[in-house]
């Protein structure tokens, strides 16, 4: 903890206060049992040696090129390397194991995500200075690192939860119709007011349906379509269980109705196919015909409260997620997309038709014939309920080359980080 204060005195010397905040939230961890905490504070404090080598060699040929003695100097900022270094291996010993022995077995995974959310951000942060993407940039200039740093937290909390069989299942929806809440109440009061809340201020109406129509109506516009093609082939369709801002709001509902979910008739599966076509065409067909923005946005906000009745109606009655998984043109595009994805659910021999999976799937993917095939429908999302309600190990989140445990700890790692740096940056 001596080590990180230092280094957070280097920065708050250096001007950055809040870089010394930032390196504070680290030092806290050293306060938790959390085993993934430690891995951090040893990966920032072997960081750390290299700031100090760096302000070292610095201060050295300043002093030489004045002709003042520098001895005394590299011995201290040596010194200090070394100390951050020794900090940096007492917290990888097996003393420190034991100290923090809380979630051991997620350490690596939520360390990994903690440090990838943070870098991330930081690219958003640095890419996007402009427009400052972080909100605390811009309520108090210099704060984005402050906000990374939690936001990275966050990120490594929520993939331990993810992986614990125990509450996943609980976990997600949670976080989800939270990710939800976030991106429409700062949509929200944006709109209310408060408009540094907003991204820039070019609004668009909030229907998944347009990140991929919008682009074919306007012919251009294409970084939603972009963010999502890459998360789509990063997690392959679980942008529609994890990351959709709309899609909280069918689980919502869905779960209004107690009791096992019901499937959907067959026809709805051709319904979702003619929809997505009618609604894809006639976004390109209104732009070759020159039909005029009002027009469009008209058509739009019906497309949309149309969806949000479908929920109202046929989800919140039948348990199954209606809109998602038989309604929404764009989760039949992330469904198809994610083939591409090398991410895939498996029902291997073990599979004795409890019917348990079958209880829990929303998606309305796992049909009879499903578990004959030994693999579900188009519309699973990826949303793991079924793997942690399967207590004979039959369902298995596979990826080439890698077991099914370590696919399934690489894929929440993944989507955990994508959920954390959505929460921070995703805005109207």
């Not at 809040?18 to 951090?40: E, N, Y």
């Not at 003393?95 to 995500?113: C, V």
């Amino acid at each position: 903890m001596l080590g990180l204060i230092l280094l957070g005195a280097h920065s708050l010397r250096a001007g950055t206060m809040w870089d010394l905040f930032a390196v504070l939230v680290v030092a806290g961890l050293c306060l938790t049992r959390q085993s993934w905490g430690r891995l951090i504070a040893a990966l920032v404090l072997l960081g750390g040696c290299f700031v100090w080598v760096r302000t070292g060699m610095g201060f050295v040929q300043m002093r030489m090129m004045l002709g003042q003695d520098w001895m005394r100097l590299a011995c201290i900022m040596g010194g200090v390397t070394v100390f951050s270094f020794a900090g940096a291996l007492v917290l990888l010993s097996g003393r420190a194991d034991r100290r923090f022995h809380a979630r051991k077995s997620t350490a690596l995974p939520q360390a990994f995500s903690f440090a990838l959310t943070a870098v991330l951000l930081w690219v958003c942060r640095e890419k996007a200075a402009r427009i400052n993407l972080l909100l605390a940039d811009r309520f108090i200039p210099d704060s984005g690192v402050l906000e990374i740093a939690l936001v990275a937290v966050y990120g490594a909390v929520v993939c331990g939860l993810l992986l614990d069989r125990k509450k996943a299942r609980k976990v997600r929806p949670f976080i989800w119709a939270m990710f939800s809440a976030v991106f429409f109440g700062q949509l929200a009061l944006g709109l209310a007011g408060v408009e540094r809340l907003l991204m820039t201020g070019d609004l668009h109406l909030p229907v998944p349906a347009l990140i991929v129509a919008g682009p074919l109506f306007r012919g251009g516009g294409f970084f939603m379509l972009i963010l999502f093609a890459v998360s789509v082939l990063l997690v392959g369709p679980a942008w529609c269980s994890h990351l959709c801002y709309i899609g909280a709001w069918d689980d919502r509902l869905s779960r209004m109705q107690h009791g096992a979910p019901k499937p959907l008739p067959r026809w709805a599966t051709y319904f979702r196919w003619g929809l997505a076509a009618v609604v894809l065409g006639a976004a390109l067909a209104m732009r070759l015909a020159g039909v005029s923005v009002l027009v469009a946005v008209w058509l739009a906000a019906l497309l949309g409260l149309a969806g949000v009745t479908v929920m109202v109606v046929v989800s919140s009655r039948t348990g199954t997620m209606a809109h998602c998984s038989a309604y929404c043109p764009l989760g039949l595009v992330g469904n198809v997309l994610g083939r591409i994805s090398l991410w895939r659910l498996r029902i291997t021999d073990r599979c004795t038709r409890c019917g348990a999976c079958q209880r829990v799937c929303r998606y309305n993917a796992l049909p009879d014939d499903a578990l004959e095939l030994g693999r579900p429908s188009l519309s699973c999302s990826l949303c793991r309920d079924c793997t942690t309600v399967c207590t004979h190990g039959a369902m298995e989140l596979r990826f080439p080359g890698l077991s099914s445990a370590t696919s399934e700890r690489l894929f929440v790692t993944i989507a955990a980080t994508l959920h954390a740096v959505f929460v921070a940056v995703a805005r109207m």
